[in-house]
Structure formats: structure tokens, C-alpha cells
């Protein structure tokens, strides 16, 4: 049974999956079009953040930031190491999907990365219902940025 906890930055094990986070993602991005947050940047008030846990053990975690009442941005989406490559990523974008309906958002987008870093990442995203769309919120065309979208069901 999958146990998600809002907000819980001070653990140590989420502490340390989002510093790896950060790190890796920093290392496979070209300057000026890295977009990942850090932690003090996840604890602005216009995104909510969870862990997801199965068990004591860390699967993964994600964000939601409010571009606006209707509109949020997935942030800061990760599966811990020893959950990867068993649908998990999936399980976090569901999750986050779900809390988004909570909060009546109507569209969801993201930025995430062109390069073959981010491939399966982008897959994911299609596979979830994600479509590539143009730049938006403050974002700007960015050869190493892709962009996606969706509408949110809130029935």
C-alpha cells in the first residue's frame, strides 16, 4: 500500500533524494536550462509537495506548483533508485494527477529536458496523457527544453 506524506522535507531519506535530484539533473543540463528546484525552492508557498512511501521505504516523490487557481506545473518528479524501471514513475504521476483533481485544477503542463537524458521521462509523460504544447507560464523556446500539457478530468 502506497503512503503519501505532504511536505515532509526534513526526512532524511527524502532530503537525500532530492539533493540527488538536483545534482544529477544539474550535471545533464546545460546552463541557463536547468529548471529543477531545490529544497528551499520546494517549500515555496504556491506548490505542495509529497513523498510517496511503500512501507519504511522511499519510492519517490513529486510537486505541484499553482501557476495559477486553475493551472499547476509538475515539479520535482523522482523515483528512488531501487524502484526504478517498475512502472513507480507512473505510480507518482498518478498520485499527482489525483491531488490535482482535489484542488480543482483544470490543466496540468511541465518543462522537462530534450536531450537523452530525459527520453524516458518524456515517454512516460505521452504514455500519462501529456501533449507537447508551447512555452508557457515564464518559460521561453529553449532548444534544450520540451514542453507538455494536458487537461485535468475533474469528474
Do not use: Q
Amino acid at each position: 500500500m502506497l503512503k503519501s506524506i505532504e511536505g515532509n522535507f526534513d526526512n532524511r531519506k527524502v532530503n537525500e533524494l532530492l539533493i540527488n535530484h538536483f545534482i544529477e539533473l544539474r550535471s545533464v543540463s546545460p546552463e541557463g536550462s536547468a529548471h529543477v528546484l531545490d529544497i528551499a525552492g520546494l517549500k515555496d508557498s504556491s506548490i505542495k509537495f509529497w513523498s510517496l512511501w511503500e512501507g519504511e521505504d522511499l519510492m519517490g516523490c513529486g510537486a505541484l506548483k499553482f501557476l495559477d487557481k486553475k493551472h499547476g506545473e509538475f515539479k520535482s518528479i523522482r523515483v528512488g533508485d531501487n524502484f526504478r524501471n517498475k512502472g513507480n514513475g507512473s505510480k507518482v504521476i498518478i498520485h499527482l494527477i489525483n491531488e490535482a483533481k482535489k484542488l480543482n485544477i483544470e490543466r496540468l503542463s511541465l518543462e522537462t529536458g530534450a536531450g537523452d537524458f530525459f527520453l524516458n521521462a518524456r515517454k512516460l509523460f505521452i504514455k500519462s496523457g501529456f501533449e507537447h504544447c508551447e512555452p508557457f507560464s515564464h518559460y521561453k523556446i529553449d532548444i534544450n527544453s520540451i514542453y507538455m500539457t494536458m487537461l485535468v478530468n475533474n469528474k
